[in-house]
C-alpha cells in the first residue's frame, strides 16, 4: 500500500487533487511496465482519487482496484451487442434530468461528475449536457413528480450525486422533501470508497434529519475497497440512521472468485452495509473485457449461498432496457 497518499484532507480538495495522469499513476505503483498496455482514452478520462490508489498494492498489475480504472486498449475493440446506451436510458426522460423507468420511483441524475472513473461505468457514454436539469428544469421536475402520485421515491444519481457540494445537494434534499408523496431519498454512490471523508459531520447531519428514510447505496465491488478508515465512516453513517446498501458489478477476473465475494460482502456487514445487488454487467460499449458469463455468475451464486448466510447473499439480477424493474438471473437454469 503507498501509506503516504493516505490523507485526511478535505472532501473536496481531496476531489480536485484526484489523478488524471496514467504516468503519474502507474510510477506511484511502480508499473511504468504497463504503459505498452493502456492508452491514453478522449472522452472517458483516467480520474481516481489518491485515497483510493494507497488502497491499491504496489507493484501488482493485478490489483483489482487499479483494473477497475486503469484503461486498457481493449476498451477501443468494437464487440457486437455492446453499445453506448445498454439501458435504453435516452428513451426514458420524460423532463431533462428525469429517468422514469421504475413503478414508483424516478432518478434524478444531479450532477455528470464523478470523484473516479470506473472503466465499466455503463453511463460513460451518457450525454450530460443534454440530460442535466438546470435551475428552470427544476420546476418541471416537481410538476412531473406531483401529477405521478403513485412515485414515492426518489433516487439520486450522476454521476455521483455525493460530488456536488453540501449547499447543492441540501437544495435539493430540501426541495424534495416538500413533496409530501415521498417517503424515500435515496443516494447511489462511490464516493464513501473512494473519499471516505465526503461523509463529513455536516453531511451525515442533515440526511439523519431528514423526514424521509434516507437510504445510501454504496457500489463496492471489492474487500480492498473497505480499509479501516472508510469502514469507520460507514459507521458513522449507519450510526446516523441512514441506510446502507451495497451494489456490486460482477467483474471478470476481479472479483468473479467465490472466495472474492464471501470476503466482500462479509467485509461489507461488519462495516455496517448490507449487500444488495450482484449485477451482471450492463453491456456498455468498451467493457466487454470485463463480462462473465451467465452460466459462471449462476454457479458463483449457488457457491455464495453454501458459503454465507442468506442476508450476505446478494440478488442476482441483470438490468435490461424497457424493463420496469431488475432482471432476476434464472439460477434454477441446468440445476
Not at 204 to 224: D, E, G, K, P, W
Not at 229 to 242: D, K, V
Amino acid at each position: 500500500m503507498i501509506n503516504h497518499l493516505i490523507t485526511q484532507k478535505h472532501w473536496q480538495t481531496q476531489l480536485s487533487e484526484a489523478i488524471t495522469s496514467v504516468d503519474e499513476l502507474l510510477t506511484l505503483l511502480h508499473l511504468e511496465s504497463l504503459q505498452s498496455q493502456v492508452y491514453i482514452p478522449e472522452h472517458f478520462e483516467l480520474r481516481v482519487p489518491r485515497g483510493f490508489v494507497a488502497k491499491m498494492a504496489v507493484g501488482d498489475a493485478h490489483d483489482p482496484l487499479l483494473k477497475q480504472v486503469l484503461p486498457d486498449k481493449q476498451e477501443r475493440n468494437p464487440v457486437s451487442g455492446y453499445v453506448a446506451d445498454p439501458l435504453g436510458e435516452n428513451a426514458q426522460n420524460p423532463t431533462k434530468g428525469l429517468l422514469h423507468k421504475y413503478q414508483s420511483r424516478v432518478l434524478l441524475t444531479i450532477t455528470g461528475a464523478c470523484a473516479i472513473h470506473c472503466r465499466y461505468c455503463f453511463r460513460q457514454h451518457f450525454d450530460y449536457s443534454a440530460n442535466m436539469p438546470t435551475t428552470s428544469a427544476h420546476a418541471a421536475i416537481m410538476s412531473y413528480i406531483k401529477e405521478h402520485n403513485d412515485i414515492n421515491e426518489v433516487i439520486l444519481s450522476g454521476g455521483d450525486p455525493l460530488s456536488v457540494s453540501n449547499r447543492r445537494l441540501f437544495a435539493w434534499l430540501d426541495t424534495l422533501e416538500a413533496l409530501p408523496q415521498l417517503t424515500t431519498i435515496r443516494l447511489h454512490t462511490r464516493m464513501p470508497l473512494v473519499i471516505p471523508e465526503r461523509l463529513d459531520n455536516e453531511l451525515l447531519q442533515r440526511l439523519s434529519q431528514s423526514r424521509c428514510q434516507i437510504v445510501m447505496v454504496i457500489h463496492c465491488n471489492h474487500a480492498n475497497e473497505i480499509d479501516t478508515n472508510t469502514a469507520e465512516y460507514l459507521q458513522r453513517a449507519r450510526n446516523a440512521g441512514i441506510t446502507l446498501l451495497n451494489q456490486a458489478v460482477l467483474l471478470n477476473g476481479i472479483n468473479d472468485s467465490v472466495s472474492t465475494q464471501v470476503d466482500l460482502n462479509q467485509r461489507l456487514f461488519s462495516a455496517g452495509v448490507l449487500p444488495y445487488y450482484l449485477h451482471v454487467l450492463d453491456k456498455v460499449a468498451g467493457a466487454a473485457h470485463f463480462d462473465s458469463d451467465e452460466r459462471s455468475a449462476i454457479d458463483l451464486y449457488w457457491s455464495l449461498l453454501a458459503e454465507l448466510p442468506g442476508y450476505l447473499v446478494p440478488k442476482l439480477v441483470r438490468e435490461l432496457p424497457n424493463r420496469r424493474f431488475k432482471v432476476p438471473i434464472d439460477v434454477y437454469k441446468n440445476q
